[in-house]
């Protein structure tokens, strides 16, 4: 590694897609990605992988609308990634009119008066659109497969922990768990929800972000072909049919903070039921019998549920690219394009919209 190495910290879909950003525009800079387990492990190893075409504040709109442009463009030029597109259903007591504020014009919500399936129960008092620009992807496959096209030009190496990053002049020091000590121009920490490791804790606790669980249900249901996701907004859940693996998930929020990554996955447990279960009935009966299990685990949240994309240092050396609100993978596109416009890379060959830039 030289002084013109970028070095991404987590192999995760932010890592990996910030690894392909830095070689779309800039070829020859060399990139080593380490991550202290495999490529696609973290939050994206348990992601429901699900894309919908919206935003709670105006950042977050355009950060969605490129990656929903990024992804199609992705799955257009190879259909054989684990990119599947999806109908969209959603049941909200917003009134048309808000859900427009929050949703993109590419959703193209219209009403409609009942959720195809037939497997879920519309309450009286709600209404129901139908929308589309939706997709989900098999998350982890994603990142492997992302990998597997960067590996002549980017060097991955799995089962590498990096202990402590020190910027140093016009160098970053990276120690590595295996008594290395390697030398980057750059560094891109995305770390997903190992925010308080020793080797950057001071760096990102100026951040304030924390880390939640994440918890999503699955459903032992087959999806049919037609099938697609249900969008419960007034409580930001959702129901997925995930077809490549012949059941449903869903998705609910569940509020429990300040969790450990290394501990938080020791399954599911009475609290995740008491939570998931009366939602479940009251939206889908039926569903609601099929549950069989889950996945828990965390992922970073910051603290004006925007993701977080910025310099740790003075010198702008270490840069900081997650906390994306349980949406790292939705807005992981906009996140590494943000990520790697601060880098000024030697012979950047273009800019991320300038709309993305962070204020
Ligand atoms: C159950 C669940 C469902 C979700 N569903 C959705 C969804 O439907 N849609 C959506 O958009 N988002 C969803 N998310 C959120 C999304 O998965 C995450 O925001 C996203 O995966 C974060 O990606 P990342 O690359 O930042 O982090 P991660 O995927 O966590 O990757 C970080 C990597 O850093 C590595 N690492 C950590 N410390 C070190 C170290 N010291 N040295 C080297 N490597 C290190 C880790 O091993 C890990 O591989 C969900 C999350 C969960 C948990």
């Known amino acids: 590694m030289t002084s013109r190495t970028v070095a991404v910290v987590g192999g995760g879909i932010i890592g990996c897609l910030i690894a392909r950003e830095v070689i779309s525009r800039s070829p020859d800079t060399p990139v080593v990605v380490f991550d202290r387990d495999g490529i696609g492990s973290g939050a994206s190893r ?28 992705l799955a257009a030029k190879h259909p ?14 917003h009134t048309a009119a808000s859900l427009a504020q929050i949703y993109l014009d590419r ?6 008066d009942t959720v195809p399936g037939g497997l879920v129960q519309v309450p009286r008092e709600a209404g129901v659109w139908r929308g589309q620009g939706c997709h989900y992807a098999d998350v982890p496959a994603l990142a492997q497969a992302i990998a597997r096209e960067l590996r002549p030009r980017v060097t991955f190496r799995e089962g590498v922990r990096v202990t402590d990053v020190e910027a140093a002049g016009s160098e970053v020091l990276l120690r590595l768990s ?22 950057w804790r001071d ?16 459903l032992e249901q087959e999806p ?3 099938d697609g ?21 869903f998705s609910y929020t569940h509020d429990e903070w300040d969790v450990d990554p290394d501990t938080v996955s020791s399954g599911l447990d009475e ?20 549950v069989v299990g889950g996945r828990v685990f965390c992922d970073a949240y910051s603290v004006d549920r925007q993701p977080q994309v910025r310099a740790l240092d003075p010198a702008g050396r270490v840069i900081f690219a997650g906390a994306a609100n349980g949406s790292g993978y939705r807005l992981a596109p906009a996140i590494a394009a943000e990520a790697v416009g601060l880098l000024a890379l030697d012979g950047q060959t273009s800019q991320p919209p300038k709309e993305m830039s962070p204020a």
């Open 178 to 199: 295996t008594g290395e000590t390697c030398t980057a121009g750059r560094v891109v920490l995305a770390p997903g929800p190992w925010l308080t490791d020793r080797a």
């Open 46 to 73: 348990r992601s429901a992988g699900l894309h919908f075409p919206r935003g709670a504040t105006e950042r977050v709109r355009q950060m969605s609308a490129y990656s929903h442009d990024y992804y199609a463009d």
């Open 224 to 226: 049919g072909p037609a």
């Open 203 to 218: 760096l990102v606790a100026p951040l304030h972000s924390r880390v939640k669980k994440v918890v999503a249900i699955h």
């Open 80 to 93: 054989a990634l684990p990119i599947h597109s999806l109908g969209m259903t959603v049941v909200a007591t």
């Open 271 to 290: 609290s995740v039921f008491a939570a998931a279960m009366p939602l479940l009935q009251q939206y889908s009966p039926t569903l609601a019998e099929r």
């Open 107 to 112: 959703a193209a919500l219209t009403p409609t």
């Open 229 to 249: 996701v249900v969008v419960f907004q007034d409580e930001d859940a959702f129901l997925l049919p995930l077809r490549h693996r012949g059941h449903w998930l």
